[in-house]
């Protein structure tokens, strides 16, 4: 098999930890046992988050685990105007539409919804600004009113082939999509200009990404991201959703929980054979 592609997209938020490691060298093996190629790329479209100091960091804890890649690495933050061409043709499709709730507004629609529709990160967007007239949308954007634009899930089904709304997973198996588990999403906001789910499937389509690998806590996203590729007219990639591993108290590890880093590991003067001990691979040549 030739011309495989992967990546491995980290955000420079915080220090790379042993859960970073795995998902990098299974990106890294997907592609050399293929005869592919392994592409980093530093997702940092959060400028309120991402720490600069923290991408070089990336660069070092990745090479200390035997990693190599194609340089220069892309950076989301440098490539803005590829997003915003997306949003423009999304816009054009008239599949967008500008949200003005707050998250109290979101949580207090909720509330009074007696059945709220729940998704894979709990209770969706109950459509409040969807059916705002064009007036209404025009006096609030006037008044500067903070705003993300969503997507009109309903909408933009209608203007897809829905029988051809699937991927396929690394094993060949046919998996159909089912966005309706995420409703309308952010799409962009005001402050940042595009939101994970448009920068991953432009950049995907632009690095000529074939096989995407991901933890399997991500899969959800996988179902909205078909959306968007069938709606820009981007290839649908490959996707591989990993299992997760886990601490000896069998807790996935993560920033949040401070987990110990690999840049900890590398300045104790821990061999890096230490790590693929602990996630059960090592980088394939």
């Known amino acids: 098999m030739t011309g495989v592609r992967t990546r491995f997209a980290p955000s420079p938020t915080g220090l790379l930890h042993v859960g970073h490691a795995y998902a ?6 997907v592609a050399k046992q293929r005869g592919g190629e392994f592409i980093l790329r530093i997702e940092n479209i959060d ?7 923290a991408i070089e960091q990336i660069y070092q804890d990745l090479s200390w685990l035997g990693l190599t890649w194609r340089e220069p690495v892309r950076v989301q933050s440098e490539h803005m105007s590829d997003y915003d061409q997306a949003l423009q043709k999304l816009e054009a499709m008239d599949v967008l539409y500008p949200c003005f709730c707050s998250r109290k507004d979101i949580k207090e629609e909720i509330a009074r919804a007696a059945h709220a529709p729940h998704g894979p990160e709990g209770p969706l967007y109950p459509g409040t600004c ?4 064009r007036e209404e949308k025009r006096r609030l954007l006037k008044q500067n009113v903070e705003y993300a634009m969503r997507l ?5 089904l209608s203007l897809i082939n ?6 396929r997973d690394i094993h060949h198996n046919q998996i159909f999509a089912q966005p309706h588990q995420l409703g309308d999403v952010v799409i962009a906001r005001k402050d940042i200009g595009t939101s994970y789910h448009l920068s991953v499937v432009v950049d995907d389509a632009l690095q000529n990404i074939t096989h995407v690998t991901r933890g399997e806590e991500l899969e959800f996203a996988t179902h909205i991201h078909c959306v ?6 981007l290839p649908v990639p490959i996707y591989h959703h990993h299992q997760l591993i886990t601490d000896q108290d069998g807790q996935k590890f993560s ?3 401070q987990s110990e880093t690999l ?4 300045n104790r003067g821990v061999c890096p054979h230490h790590i693929y001990e602990l996630i059960g691979l090592s980088p394939k040549n």
């Open 263 to 266: 840049a900890s590991y590398r």
């Open 162 to 167: 829905q029988d051809e709304l699937f991927w």
């Open 228 to 233: 968007l590729q069938k709606l820009l007219g």
């Open 24 to 29: 990098a060298i299974t990106a890294y093996n």
């Open 255 to 257: 920033k949040r929980d």
């Open 152 to 156: 009109d899930l309903e909408k933009s």
């Open 47 to 53: 400028h309120l988050r991402c720490d600069d100091e």
């Open 130 to 133: 969807r059916a705002l007239s």
